[in-house]
């Protein structure tokens, strides 16, 4: 298996401009989270999605955030408008739920910069 | 917001040598996992204990868990250079009939050749 794939692996954007990070998790997965890692607060689960339904969106930090997942193999990570404090890596992962904490897989990430 | 906590935050010891790290947590859970972090990777599964188990070991790890103390302990025997990277306990919580996972601010080891 291909693991899980994000895209774009690196990004520098201007301030204000909307950014869309893309992942597709492994196959057969059905939980599908969105992290984000800074040095200053660590890793921190903003979103993840189970059978293709948001569960749990309390960690997106503002509304200027937004996930979807359209189908099992897709999912979208959305900041409109951005700014620099959003300069993170963004992570996307997936696990097979089997109705208890299971293994989570990571992509190799997001490197986000907003100057 | 219930999340694991490594101890210590740095770390660096000289190959060969063991490496503890620790994690505590706040609530009851079913699991405990323990990833690690290579710099510049995403994070790699390593070890889950559960709930009812004290010990486990895989390789040159080995993991206890203390439910009654809420904590857990990673330690990696002659330890190598390539071992260098952060450790991360992530724990969910039996309360949620979920899959929601948090994970701690790990820990960084560094292996000194």
């Known amino acids: 298996d291909a693991g899980v794939i994000q895209s774009p692996r690196h990004e520098v954007t201007e301030m204000g401009q909307e950014v869309t990070l893309r992942c597709k998790p492994i196959?057969?997965?059905?939980?599908l989270f969105w992290y984000r890692q800074t040095m200053m607060r660590g890793l921190e689960l903003l979103i993840y999605f189970n059978n293709n339904v948001p569960i749990d969106d309390s960690g997106m930090p503002e509304d200027r955030f937004s996930a979807k997942m359209p189908n099992a193999s897709f999912s979208t990570l959305k900041i409109q408008p951005s700014e620099p404090r959003d300069s993170a890596v963004y992570f996307c992962a997936s696990s097979l739920d089997q109705g208890q904490q299971e293994t989570i897989y990571f992509g190799e990430g997001s490197w986000l910069t907003v100057v | 917001s219930q999340q694991g906590e490594e101890d210590p935050q740095a770390l660096s010891i000289q190959e060969g040598e063991n490496a503890t790290m620790n994690c505590s947590y706040k609530?009851?859970?079913?699991?405990l996992q323990w990833y690690r972090q290579n710099s510049g990777r995403g994070l790699v599964h390593l070890i889950l204990i559960r709930s009812n188990e004290r010990e486990k070991h895989s390789g040159r790890l080995r993991v206890t868990l203390d439910t009654s103390k809420k904590s857990s302990s990673l330690l990696i025997t002659a330890s190598r250079a390539a071992d260098t990277a952060s450790y991360f306990c992530a724990t969910d919580d039996r309360r949620n009939r979920d899959d929601k996972i948090i994970f701690g601010k790990g820990t960084r080891l560094h292996i000194l050749p």
């Open positions: 196959s057969g997965h059905n939980s």
């Open positions: 609530t009851s859970i079913n699991n």
